[in-house]
């Protein structure tokens, strides 16, 4: 993948979830840009400099939410892991769900909750 499609870099996989909690409940203000989102990420994810806007998405209840990767960033995925000969190692998961059983299931919830919403099909 190239640096152009760099995904973010989550260092804390709970701290982020419960920031995106937090927004999603209204108990605190999400940021109004994408400066002011990588200074309140700091020290809990990188956001890459490929990046250059914010756009934030709440859906109620009953709208679907059709969130589709960026085209390139699929394309490339779909070569890199279709080839079926293992060469790519397996499909790359953040290490927390190795650690599941570890975990309180809220601790766990806030974890899931950063990956969904940080990530990307790649």
């Given amino acids: 993948m190239t640096d152009e499609l760099a995904k973010i870099d989550i260092h804390d996989h709970k701290a982020l979830g419960q920031l995106v909690a937090d927004y999603a409940r209204g108990t605190r203000p999400w940021p109004e840009t994408l400066a ?45 892991y279709s080839t079926g000969d293992g060469a790519t190692g397996p499909y790359p998961l953040p290490g927390f769900y190795d650690d599941g059983d570890s975990l309180s299931n809220s601790d766990f919830l806030l974890h899931r909750v950063a990956d969904y919403t940080i990530a990307v099909c790649t």
């Fill in 36 to 80: 002011a989102l990588k200074t309140e990420l700091s020290g809990i994810a990188t956001i890459p400099d490929h990046l250059k806007a914010l756009q934030v998405v709440q859906p109620s209840e009953e709208v679907l939410l059709l969130r589709l990767p960026p085209r390139r960033m699929i394309e490339q995925s779909l070569e890199k």
